[in-house]
Structures are given as structure tokens and as C-alpha cells.
């Protein structure tokens, strides 16, 4: 096994990172110059060193926890309050009218989508000729980023003249 930082065996032997800087204590060869140790160096180091009559937590290997299936009582009590807090925040945000109804975020949208359509075609009937001409690779990849950027920046302009229109509908 490759050589890591003391916090990453101690996670590896399933111990605390201060008993893990013990034993590098008691035994320097188990340490390089750099600070690293080899996991499987001090596992076998802390086996034959340990002292079972001493041991309170059973062999000296980390038992496999499995997590409980309805979780833990505090995760539980975090869940239900941050769902609450998120709950309440709607409701004041909908009762001081800064939600958008679905259907009308969803007709604004529709409505920008034509605007863009139909930008994007007028623009595509005008370059239309002039891009059959073209035979050079690289001057059709001009041509055709130019058209794009042309297609985007007349959308934008479509879309905000369509939002400053009287009686089209403005978000919050």
C-alpha cells in the first residue's frame, strides 16, 4: 500500500488520528522524511503491540457500522425543521407577492421561445443565398458563427421589446 498522511490511516484502521500519532511516537521507523506512514506497516505494528486484556472496544479492528434504516433521531429532527423553515419561507414569499404563478412562467416562456423562432428564420431566409455560395470549410465556420451570434443578439432584442411592450406581462 502506498505511503499517506497519518488522518488518512487512522481513517483506514479505523482509529483515532491521535492513536495513529502514538504509535508513530513509540515507533519513528514506521514514519518517512516526508511525515507519511504505510497503512498495512502500522496495522501490523499496532497488532503486535496491542495488548487484548487492555482493549474495550473488541479485537482492535474498526467494526462495520450499518447505518439504521429510519436514521438517526437528530437527522430525523433536522430534516423535519429545515422543511418547515423552507415551508414558511414560501408562504410569506407568496403572501408578499414574490412568487410567479406555473402557468404564467410557462406562457412567458412559450412566448419567448416564438420570439426566438421566429428571429432566428427571418435571419436564416436573409443569409440564406448568400451562405450557398460559400465552398471554403473555414469561411462557412465564419459565416455561420457570425449567423449565430446574429440570431442571438437579434432574439435578445426581439425579447426585450417584447417585455417592454404595454400590457405584456412582467415578473416580479
Not at 497488532?47 to 479485537?59: E, F, K, Y
Not at 430534516?79 to 410567479?100: I, P, Q, S, V, W
Not at 446574429?150 to 421589446?161: D, P, S, Y
Request: hydrophobic letters at 40%; one cysteine or more; glycine letters at 6%.
Amino acid at each position: 500500500m502506498d505511503r499517506v498522511r497519518r488522518a488518512d490511516a487512522a481513517l483506514a484502521l479505523g482509529v483515532h488520528k491521535s492513536t495513529v500519532t502514538r504509535l508513530c511516537k513509540e515507533n519513528p521507523s514506521l514514519v518517512d522524511d516526508a511525515g507519511l506512514v504505510n497503512v498495512d506497516e502500522l496495522r501490523r505494528h499496532r497488532d503486535a503491540t496491542l495488548n487484548p486484556a487492555l482493549q474495550t472496544r473488541g479485537s482492535g479492528a474498526a467494526p462495520e457500522r450499518q447505518p439504521s434504516a429510519q436514521g438517526n433521531l437528530n437527522e430525523t429532527r433536522s430534516r423535519t425543521e429545515a422543511a418547515k423553515a423552507e415551508t414558511a419561507e414560501l408562504d410569506l414569499a407568496e403572501r408578499l407577492g414574490l412568487t410567479l404563478r406555473r402557468d404564467e412562467v410557462v406562457s412567458a416562456v412559450s412566448a419567448a421561445g416564438d420570439v426566438m423562432r421566429q428571429a432566428a428564420s427571418q435571419l436564416a431566409r436573409d443569409r440564406a443565398e448568400a451562405l450557398t455560395r460559400i465552398i471554403d470549410v473555414r469561411e462557412m465556420e465564419r459565416a455561420l458563427d457570425d449567423l449565430m451570434r446574429e440570431v442571438l443578439t437579434r432574439g435578445a432584442q426581439a425579447l426585450t421589446l417584447a417585455a417592454a411592450q404595454p400590457g405584456s406581462s412582467q415578473a416580479a
